[in-house]
């Protein structure tokens, strides 16, 4: 440590790192996939794996961004899940990307909620937000893209419009499902299913 700065201008300079650091890897991935999506060369490579415990290691790397708008991220995922074969890497960036847009467009001093349950042939994740919700006439457009929502406040992020296109691609790749809905309560709920083999 810099015995210029006191202890809490050191931790405040690492989170500053920290977030910076997230928000470019999240956006070179995002690039990185989108172009190897356009060229036919995305693939996953699944293995047996605990998803429970890759939403709980994305839950760390995603809480300083939250803590700097003063939101809460809650994590209702049952302690145990059925293995799935998926690709750890891919789930985990569709979390992020999941959590990096409710935390954008939820408001400060809310919570984004991330819900995980095993049904009887697949898991179901949905990452809510407490903000404005998305009117049902805008969302088939959501995951294309390029797509951004415009924001009411000044957050400043980064993101060209790749993350949720991103998503789908990830998902679809599973043999899986994805979407949106109202959560309850108000703000946009985001989900998508695993299979179960």
Known sequence: ?????????????????HLGI????TLVD?????????????????????????????GQTMAPLL???????QLDIPDSLPIVLADPRRI??????????????????????????????????????????IPPEARDDLFRWFMRRPLEDDKTRFGIG?????VKAVVQAHQGEVGIDDSPGGGARFWFTIPLN
């Open 22 to 25: 997230l928000g470019l890897q």
């Open 92 to 133: 985990g960036q569709v979390l992020v990307n999941l959590i990096a847009n409710a935390s954008k467009y939820g408001p400060g001093g809310g919570v984004v909620r991330v819900t995980a349950v095993a049904l009887t042939d697949h898991l179901y994740f949905a990452v809510a937000d407490q903000g404005p919700g």
């Open 67 to 73: 803590t700097k708008y003063e939101q809460q991220l």
């Open 162 to 166: 790749l993350g949720l296109a991103v």
């Open 30 to 58: 995002n690039l990185l996939e989108s172009a190897s999506i356009e060229t036919g060369r995305f693939r996953v490579f699944t293995r047996p794996c605990d998803l429970r415990r890759v939403a709980l290691e994305v």
């Open 1 to 17: 440590q810099s015995p210029d700065l006191s202890a809490q201008e050191f931790g405040e300079l690492l989170n500053a790192l």
